[in-house]
Nanobody, 127 residues
Framework: DVQLQASGGGLVQTGGSLTLSCTVSGFTFDEYAIGWFRHTPGKEREGILC????????YSADSVEGRFTISTEAAKNTVYLQMNSLKPDDTAVYYC????????????????????WGQGTQVTVSS
């Protein structure tokens, strides 16, 4: 079974950093694309960073470009979301997700394309 479990959320001050982890099982990173998404009440779930299984190509949303990075550690079956220079607008529930869809030359980034989801982890950035 494909499973994902996100962890690492918490409360951080504006300008601070936080690293989220997503431990996966049932697949490898060269089979499934991985994405980090976030959701704030009243808004649609937003894909912020996604990585292709084919060539490790990444997609970064404008809202996090230059501040957040995604990385994988195959030996630990873990994908990370490193978040720097956090802002109050980054406050959200963060989710990791996986999909077998890996079209060549692109990175899957839409919520509906991801089939497997971990539980969310809350990140709160205080002003």
């Amino acid at each position: 079974d494909v499973q994902l479990q996100a962890s690492g959320g918490g409360l951080v001050q504006t300008g601070g950093s936080l690293t989220l982890s997503c431990t996966v099982s049932g697949f490898t990173f060269d089979e499934y694309a991985i994405g980090w998404f976030r959701h704030t009440p009243g808004k649609e779930r937003e894909g912020i960073l996604c990585i292709s299984a084919v060539d490790a190509r990444t997609y970064s949303a404008d809202s996090v470009e230059g501040r957040f990075t995604i990385s994988t550690e195959a030996a630990k079956n873990t994908v990370y979301l490193q978040m720097n220079s956090l802002k109050p607008d980054d406050t959200a529930v963060y989710y990791c997700a996986a999909t077998r869809s890996n079209p060549a030359g692109t990175v899957v980034r839409t919520t509906t394309a991801y089939d497997y989801w971990g539980q969310g982890t809350q990140v709160t950035v205080s002003s």
